[in-house]
């Protein structure tokens, strides 16, 4: 089966997360959407704020972090 341009261009639209997963992957041999413990030292200010945040919104410390990151 061959595709047309406008098709190709349809399914990277549609799946353009996936196909950047893959294209990070060929990259550096890492799943983009794996995740990974760290440590890491905090003030209690901005812990407490964290804290407050989950609380608030329901997510993980983690997540919340994370949405702060993403581009």
């Not at 098709?7 to 794996?34: G, N, Q, R, S, V």
């Not at 995740?35 to 997510?59: F, P």
């Amino acid at each position: 089966m061959q595709l047309d341009n406008k098709t190709i261009k349809k399914l990277l639209k549609k799946y353009k997360e996936d196909y950047e997963a893959l294209e990070e992957y060929d990259k550096t041999h890492k799943l983009p959407f794996k995740r990974e413990k760290i440590y890491i030292t905090l003030s209690v200010s901005t812990l407490a704020k964290l804290k407050e945040l989950r609380t608030k919104t329901g997510k993980p410390i983690s997540r919340i972090i994370e949405e702060k990151f993403l581009i």
